[in-house]
């Protein structure tokens, strides 16, 4: 094995481990239940106050791919666009999806469609809503500040991967009185999603909020997976600290390897 | 007073200018050159993704005899199946090739950079005021990450706490970051008052 990665592969098995036993209790039928995360009960509200308006709904699932680092981010971002979708089928509300990723265009309009047959209003689903924009960072920055200024939704959802336009998309929002949901892992932009939107996914809240709307229950044995594997890393974190303290270099040494 | 002659720095002023135009209100200016933007952008792209077929997988396959290169350029125009009523369950095979790629690039980064080094990095003496932030503050949050219970009692006081030192750390990162964007601003406005205009040196 490589030096300097021996831990991180068994520490890989462990979290893999703990997420199997989650899955497989979620399967069993033991009922697993996620505290209260505001940014996800609001986001009937968003789509309920769309209806009311008349306005439509906007959508972005990030600028990330599917198939570089930032994926995950996409993967939750586009379960939560399923969501969604549901309810803007449901409520007979437009949805205006933005992509900037091709790869991510088919994923999207597949997702918002099968929720629009599911809801039983297949001839609802406009294709033409699902919009590929631009590959280009700030040219799609450029279009869906055009798209929000004309259309003007009464909700806007920003959730994935965003980079440095994440202050601009939220600020354009806000300035069209859209109630804004944004979530991102993308820690350097959080900031700027607290301060201009209404409701903030933080870092993990993104995946625990996808696999929590999705209802599957193996994902939401996934989410207990991730809290055992949290606990498991705080334990260990607190053995080392409380080792370091005591002179020894034992987890040092350990984690090094 | 020594106005630019030069056709590509008045293109760019008035582009910059017709861009910012959109922070008073969307008009007719700003349009035009989102459009333009965005046309350019796709020719770019096309330009960039020959450049790539042709770099990547044509001349190594033609030249180097490296035909293994076959199998992305068929998953490539697998893509394309979509178009096709009866072949668009193809288009799902590179689709989940590409994230399968991206769910195990984000796996193979996260436990080394974001797990392991994080412990390691707590391991110190609490003999100091920072040491002791740095370590309260990492169980802090780590705790306000918690989804399977409500926060509250002991580990409510926890994650609040954790919650407090998460937006100290986006207020500085925002602070810091304003600060950059105001010097990209700063050079938008030498280039519009000194390079195009001469009002500056």
Same mark, same amino acid.
């Given at each position: 094995?490589?030096?300097?990665?021996?831990?991180?592969?068994?520490?890989?098995?462990?979290?893999?481990?703990s997420?199997?036993?989650?899955?497989?209790?979620?399967?069993?039928?033991?009922?697993?239940?996620?505290?209260?995360?505001?940014?996800l009960?609001?986001?009937?509200?968003?789509?309920?106050?769309?209806?009311?308006?008349?306005?439509p709904v %906007?959508?972005? #699932?990030?600028?990330?791919?599917?198939s570089?680092?930032?994926a995950?981010?996409?993967f939750?971002?586009?379960?939560?666009?399923?969501?969604v979708a %549901?309810?803007?089928?449901?409520?007979d509300? #437009?949805?205006i999806?933005t992509?900037?990723?091709?790869?991510?265009?088919?994923?999207?309009?597949?997702?918002?469609?099968?929720?629009?047959?599911?809801?039983?209003?297949?001839?609802?689903?406009? #294709?033409?809503?699902?919009?590929f924009?631009?590959?280009?960072?700030f040219a799609?920055?450029a279009?869906?500040? &055009?798209?929000?200024?004309r259309?003007k939704?009464a909700?806007n !959802?920003l959730?994935?991967?965003?980079?440095a336009e994440a202050?601009m998309?939220?600020?354009?929002?806000?300035?069209?009185?859209?109630?804004?949901?944004?979530?991102?892992?993308q820690?350097?932009?959080?900031? !700027? !999603?607290?301060?201009? *939107?209404d409701?903030?996914?933080?870092?993990e809240?993104?995946?625990?909020?996808a696999?929590?709307?999705?209802?599957? #229950?193996?994902?939401?044995?996934?989410? !207990?997976?991730q809290d055992?594997?949290?606990?498991?890393?705080?334990l260990?974190?607190?053995?080392?600290?409380?080792?370091?303290n005591?002179?020894?270099s034992?987890?040092s040494?350990?984690?090094?390897? | 007073m020594?106005v630019?002659?030069?056709?590509e720095?008045?293109?760019? *002023?008035?582009?910059?200018?017709?861009?910012?135009s959109?922070?008073?209100?969307?008009?007719?200016f700003?349009r035009?050159?989102?459009?333009?933007?965005v046309?350019? *952008?796709?020719? %770019?792209?096309?330009v960039?993704?020959?450049?790539n077929?042709?770099?990547?997988?044509?001349?190594?396959?033609?030249?180097?005899? $490296?035909?293994?290169?076959?199998i992305?350029?068929?998953?490539?125009l697998m893509?394309?199946t979509?178009?096709?009523? $009866?072949?668009?369950?193809?288009?799902?095979?590179?689709?989940?090739?590409?994230?399968?790629?991206?769910t &195990?690039l984000?796996?193979?980064?996260?436990?080394?950079?974001q797990?392991v080094?994080q412990?390691?990095a707590?391991?110190? $003496?609490l003999?100091?005021?920072d040491?002791i932030?740095?370590?309260?503050g990492?169980f802090?949050v780590?705790?306000y990450f918690?989804?399977?219970?409500?926060h509250k009692?002991?580990?409510?006081?926890?994650?609040?706490g954790g919650?407090?030192?998460?937006?100290?750390?986006f207020?500085?990162a925002f602070?810091?970051?304003v600060?950059g964007r105001m010097?990209?601003?700063?050079?938008?406005l030498q280039?519009?008052?000194?390079d195009?205009?001469?009002?500056?040196?």
């Open positions: 094995m490589v030096q300097g990665r021996v831990f991180s592969f068994w520490l890989l098995v462990v979290l893999i481990g997420m199997l036993y989650g899955m497989w209790r979620a399967r069993k039928g033991i009922a697993i239940k996620i505290r209260r995360i505001a940014g009960n609001a986001i009937e509200e968003a789509v309920g106050r769309a209806t009311e308006m008349g306005r %906007h959508y972005t #699932p990030g600028l990330g791919g599917i570089a680092a930032e995950t981010q996409t939750a971002a586009l379960a939560i666009m399923g969501h %549901h309810l803007s089928a449901r409520m509300v #437009p949805l999806v992509i900037r990723q091709p790869e991510v265009l088919p994923l999207a309009e597949e997702s918002v469609r099968q929720a629009y047959l599911e809801e039983g209003k297949v001839d609802a689903y406009v #294709p033409t809503n699902i919009r924009l631009s590959n280009q960072q799609y920055a279009a869906v500040f &055009g798209i929000m200024a259309e939704p909700a !959802f959730m994935g991967a965003f980079w202050l998309l939220a600020e354009v929002g806000s300035e069209v009185g859209a109630l804004q949901i944004a979530g991102t892992a820690l350097s932009q959080v900031p !700027f !999603f607290i301060a201009a *939107s409701y903030c996914l933080i870092g809240e993104l995946f625990a909020g696999a929590y709307l999705s209802g599957d #229950p193996t994902q939401m044995g996934s989410i !207990f997976g055992l594997g949290k606990a498991i890393v705080a260990l974190m607190l053995a080392g600290v409380i080792a370091t005591m002179g020894s034992f987890f040494t350990l984690l090094g390897k | 020594n630019s002659t030069s056709a720095v008045w293109i760019a *002023s008035l582009v910059t200018i017709a861009i910012m959109f922070v008073y209100k969307d008009n007719p700003y035009l050159v989102e459009n333009l933007y046309g350019v *952008s796709a020719g %770019h792209a096309l960039l993704g020959w450049g077929i042709r770099d990547l997988a044509l001349v190594p396959m033609v030249r180097d005899g $490296k035909w293994v290169l076959v992305p350029v068929i998953l490539g893509l394309y979509r178009y096709f009523k $009866k072949l668009a369950w193809l288009s799902r095979i590179p689709l989940a090739v590409m994230m399968g790629i991206g &195990g984000a796996i193979s980064g996260t436990v080394g950079s797990i080094n412990v390691r707590n391991l110190v $003496k003999n100091t005021i040491n932030i740095i370590v309260v990492t802090a780590l705790a918690f989804f399977m219970a409500e009692g002991a580990l409510g006081v926890l994650a609040g919650r407090y030192l998460m937006m100290v750390a207020g500085a602070g810091s970051t600060m010097s990209l601003f700063i050079g938008r280039y519009l008052f000194g195009w205009l001469g009002l500056i040196r």
